[in-house]
């Protein structure tokens, strides 16, 4: 099914009041919240709390998330305000990855797309770019996924562990399914999902010693890339199979780019074409 044409020659900005930062709509009915350019806390600033949350402390394995450094994000993100969905996935690609039980319910159009690799998830980025004259669009940094998740928080959630299950779907409430999205609280940033549901791609390599390096860089944390070197890509926000220990900002993880799971998705972030310095 492609979109039909009338869609495709402009995009529709539409603010909308009822949310934390302004929203903006584009002309496949998908939308994207502005966060603003920011200074955050990046990784996790105490360690010891994270290890704490694990079931076995001594199996937290999360060296990587520290140290805590200051990141500055120079522009404005528009992040998608929700994962893809089937939906949209098929609309723009024509076929159904993932799970075939998925594409059976009767939710399925707003379940979020899952068992798409790396590549897959970058190749629709591309192809809804084709279509859409006033955004380019590309898989959010690592650095702007965490920005987003945290939602200007700096401790181990965004929000007290008695509430986790108010915005995430994970293990403890999802029935070990994945849920339509937008099904739970949006968080500060009025984006939901952030956590839990499905894992995200994100556009970086991984590297076990991505913070010390930055830590230790005057200026290498001003809209950071990531590593240069790597074949894994990193993957955030845990899913619905997922324990609490895994659903937080902090935690890090990675695979092959090839690597398809039945667990993880992806959102995007619009790029306007005026102005457009291709970041």
Known sequence: ??????????????????????????AFGMRFVELPAATFWMGSV?????????????????????PAHRVTLSKPTLMGQTEVTQRQWLAVMQNRPGPPSHWQRD??????????????????????????????????????????????SDGLRPMPLAQLGE???????????????????ANAFGLYDMLGNAWEWVADRYARDTYARRAAAPGSARDPQGPELGERRVRRGGSYHCPRHL???GYRTADDPEQ????????????????????
């Not at 105490?46 to 199996?59: C, G, H, M, S």
């Not at 192809?127 to 998740?149: I, K, S, V």
């Not at 915005?167 to 609280?185: E, F, T």
């Not at 398809?260 to 970041?279: I, T």
């Open 46 to 66: 105490d360690l010891a709390e994270a290890r704490a949350d694990f079931p076995d402390p001594a199996d937290a394995d999360i060296a990587d998330e520290g």
């Open 247 to 249: 659903v937080r900002p």
């Open 167 to 185: 915005h995430a779907w994970y293990i403890d409430n999802s029935g070990d399914l994945p849920h339509p999205v937008a099904g739970k609280r």
């Open 260 to 279: 398809r799971y039945s667990v993880l998705g992806f959102r995007v972030v619009a790029v306007p074409r005026a102005g457009d310095d291709a970041r």
């Open 107 to 152: 939710d399925w159009a707003e379940l979020p797309v899952v068992g798409v690799n790396w590549f897959m998830a970058q190749r629709f980025t591309e192809e809804l770019g084709l279509l859409d004259r006033a955004y380019r669009y590309r898989l959010p940094t690592e650095a702007e996924w965490e920005y987003a998740a945290r939602a200007g």
């Open 1 to 26: 099914m492609r979109l039909p044409v009338a869609l495709l020659a402009v995009s529709i900005i539409c603010p909308l009041t009822t949310l934390a930062a302004p929203v903006v709509e584009n």
